[in-house]
């Protein structure tokens, strides 16, 4: 994205006829790389929200369809809730394969209601 915004001032700044002469779809290309450029704004967008909604699992110590059920697992603090989910050792927090997480089917869910009391 940061290279869509400096080609676009770059464009900006020379005058139109240099580039016109350069290159004869230069207003094709101009319209492709401002819907490239919202593309990836929009994308970041969504990858903003999702990183944002699973932080929000680790915190509440639920996953979505808890969410939608409004039952949520025992209250645990933000970095328990991480270890809890990404296993104990940081360094294989970004990679998805180790180690492996045995998950606790049995955990006692709450109601939400009854937790805010």
Not at 4 to 26: G, M, R, T, W
Not at 55 to 65: A, D, G, H, P, V
């Amino acid at each position: 994205m940061g290279l869509h915004i400096y080609a676009f001032i770059q464009l900006c700044k020379d005058s139109e006829e240099v580039h016109q002469k350069n290159n004869p779809f230069y207003t094709t290309l101009l319209v492709f790389g401002v819907l490239c450029f919202f593309e990836a704004l929009l994308f970041t967008m969504f990858c903003f929200e999702m990183t944002r909604e699973n932080f929000e699992m680790f915190w509440n110590n639920q996953t979505y369809i808890e969410d939608l059920k409004e039952v949520s697992g025992r209250p645990v603090s933000f970095m328990t809730g991480l270890y809890m989910n990404l296993g104990e050792d940081v360094k294989w927090w970004l990679v998805p394969t180790l180690p492996y997480i045995v998950p606790n089917y049995l955990e006692k869910l709450f109601e939400v209601k009854l937790m805010n009391r």
